[in-house]
């Protein structure tokens, strides 16, 4: 097995704590490349980072395309054949509860995404399965994994459209990993390298995630390319059975969203209301505090 290529997107630096304690877990299995990018030179985490882990590289990142625009950044340097597998992991900040759907709350989606490095087994437990199942091309919990039916329909069109003007004009099928904590093979990520991404290509946050920016659009592609190559998109701490039945059910929660949008929809504004319509007419506008 080769080496593993490892990005962190460090944002928020009051995470850097537990995002350690998973970068530990991932160490002692195969030496690592580690890829930290930063908005901004942290002194006493960036001394820890390189105390701690051998082949740190830290990059001082713009303020652009969340955490999409670095990882993409990261890739421009690197030779994926030198790497077996890619592990992006990034510091995404508890969802409050006014603006929480679903499985959502608090800290729950990131705990989701960063199962698989948690602890130790669960790391052993994803690698087994990738090097055991050539099908599997990325690791996603199967809970923050979408799919054209579960997608939201502005970013399902957008994403399509930038698929066929960039990647692929024939199937665009696609699985997605909402978050963008993954593991990855690292050759099913080559046509991003080969899109010669620039931060300036990239768009400011948004903190109502309502547009589909470019990097919503690579969220899916990454996605897209698994599923193109041959691969799928699993979640590898839990059975194919549990996979299975997961995803029928958020299917079917999706299909009876779509059958009732005519006549309810709830949505967050780009100024963080909770804005409710019935027969497309305005019943309830809340003011949303402390939205990311």
Known sequence: MKRFLVHIHLYYDFLYKELKQCL???????EIDLYV???KHMEEIENDIKSSFDNVNIII???????IAPF???LSRVDLDDYSYVIKLHTKRDVPSSASR??????KWRNMLLKFVKTKENFKRVLDRFENDRTI????PVTSTFNFITDDKIGHKESNKFIKDNISKNNIYYRFVAGTMFM????????????NLKYADFDKPDASHEDCQLAHKLERTFGFIVYNNGYKVTDCTITAFKNFLITSYMNTIRILNIITDPFVSIRITKKNKLLVKILK???LAIKLKNID
């Open 24 to 30: 530990l877990n991932i160490k002692d299995y195969n």
């Open 37 to 39: 990018t930063l908005p």
């Open 61 to 67: 990142s713009e303020n652009l395309g969340y955490d």
């Open 72 to 74: 993409a950044d990261v």
């Open 102 to 107: 679903f499985w959502f709350k608090g800290a």
């Open 137 to 140: 091309g990325m690791h996603g």
């Open 184 to 195: 990855a093979r690292s050759e099913l990520l080559k046509p991003i390298q080969k899109l």
């Open 281 to 283: 007419i305005p019943v």
